[in-house]
Each structure stands twice: as structure tokens, then as C-alpha cells.
């Protein structure tokens, strides 16, 4: 019998730990079609729906061109956090990265994505200008 509570203490400690959970407004940043050396950068903006503070362990990307940051101090619940990720527009053609994150949420894994295609300077108004001329 003090096995049984054991086992239902625990449980329910390990439940209260991880009681922490977070929401992104996107999962996935689409860069679009852009010109090479163009800004970089781009925000993920997501809410604390859990009950306690979220931590951001650590965020790593899946190469080095793709560079992330995370918040330095716990997001409280019902706030807002930003994960900024920086890509090295310097690359010509199609991109697609991951970017993983790590935090005392009840999923400690959470993966997000960035996705678009660089083109040299000047190629990208041209498709426009032709887009336009068809229509």
C-alpha cells in the first residue's frame, strides 16, 4: 500500500514540474523569395498558456548559417517571448532549417522552422515586373 503512494506522489510531482507550456503565433517563418544579403533576421513570438515560469534552456539550429537567440530571462505565465533567428542571406537558392529549442516545458523539445529561396540582387523585382506585365 505505501508503494501505491509512492507511486501516486510521485506522479503527481512530476506533473506540478513540467505544468509549463508555451504557444508560437507561427511554427514555421516563410522568408518568401528574397535577394541575396537582404536582412536576415526574423522574430518566432510565442505565450507562456502554462501555469508556471517557462525557461529557454538552450535553442540550436540545425547548420551555422542559421543563427539563434533565445530570451535570457524566464517568461512568466500569460506573457510573451521571442526567439530571434538570424540566416546568412549571403547564400544563393532555396533554404529550409530547423531550429531547436529546449525548456522545462512539458514538451522540453520543441522544433521550429524557416523556410525561402535568395536570389541575386536584382532578380527578385524582375519576377515581380513579369508578373505584373501578364497580368
Known amino acids: 500500500?505505501?508503494?501505491?503512494?509512492?507511486?501516486?506522489?510521485?506522479?503527481?510531482?512530476?506533473?506540478?514540474?513540467?505544468?509549463?507550456?508555451?504557444?508560437?503565433?507561427?511554427?514555421?517563418i516563410d522568408y518568401g523569395k528574397i535577394e541575396q544579403n537582404a536582412n536576415g533576421e526574423r522574430t518566432f513570438v510565442f505565450t507562456?498558456?502554462?501555469?508556471?515560469?517557462?525557461?529557454?534552456?538552450?535553442?540550436?539550429?540545425?547548420?551555422?548559417?542559421?543563427?539563434?537567440?533565445?530570451?535570457?530571462?524566464?517568461?512568466?505565465p500569460g506573457e510573451k517571448g521571442e526567439i530571434k533567428v538570424s540566416y546568412d542571406t549571403k547564400r544563393l537558392g532555396g533554404f529550409y532549417k530547423q531550429i531547436t529549442i529546449f525548456s522545462n516545458a512539458k514538451n522540453p523539445r520543441k522544433?521550429?522552422?524557416?523556410?525561402?529561396y535568395i536570389n541575386k540582387p536584382g532578380q527578385v523585382n524582375l519576377e515581380k515586373k513579369k508578373t505584373l506585365l501578364n497580368n
Do not use: D, H, W
Not at 503512494?5 to 507561427?26: D, P, R, T
Not at 539550429?61 to 530570451?71: D, I
Open 1 to 28: 500500500m505505501k508503494t501505491v503512494y509512492l507511486v501516486i506522489i510521485g506522479l503527481l510531482c512530476s506533473v506540478g514540474i513540467s505544468a509549463q507550456e508555451f504557444k508560437f503565433e507561427k511554427e514555421m
Open 48 to 76: 507562456n498558456i502554462g501555469k508556471e515560469p517557462l525557461i529557454i534552456k538552450t535553442v540550436t539550429s540545425s547548420c551555422g548559417c542559421t543563427v539563434p537567440k533565445k530570451p535570457e530571462k524566464p517568461i512568466m
Open 111 to 116: 522544433v521550429i522552422k524557416i523556410r525561402g
